[in-house]
């Protein structure tokens, strides 16, 4: 399984950035797709993350309205599409896949993990 995040840049407040996520190695029994985030000096944290079969998304109060978790299954890409971006947006975001049911806020649940895409928004 390798996970590959792209989509990342430098964007104003305000502006709007397309992650993707997709799958280039070994297929998996997808259970749910996940965003995190991690800014400097702080520990990660829970975007948003999205059920496989069903579709049902979840999103951290702090996104939650400006940010909207997507998948296409037939390609086994999952998209995070991100609007009225804030400074505080800026981090590293990482995609993460689980195969089993799990707690999607953990991100110790999450069984694979795509390297980082660096978003950075200025003021």
């Known amino acids: 399984v390798q996970l590959q995040a792209s989509g990342g840049g430098l964007v104003r407040a305000g502006g709007s950035l397309r992650l993707s996520c997709a799958n280039s190695g070994r297929t998996f029994s997808t259970y749910a797709m996940g965003w995190f985030r991690q800014a400097p000096g702080k520990r990660r944290e829970f975007v948003a993350a999205i059920s496989w079969s069903g579709g049902r998304t979840y999103y951290s109060a702090a996104v939650e309205g400006r940010f909207t978790i997507s998948r296409d299954t037939a390609k086994n890409t999952v998209y995070l599409q991100m609007n009225s971006l804030k400074p505080e947006d800026t981090a590293d975001y990482y995609c993460?896949?689980?195969?089993?049911?799990?707690?999607?806020?953990?991100?110790?649940?999450?069984?694979?993990w795509g390297q980082g895409t660096q978003v950075t928004v200025s003021s």
């Open positions: 993460a896949g689980a195969g089993k049911p799990l707690n999607y806020c953990q991100a110790l649940e999450y069984d694979y």
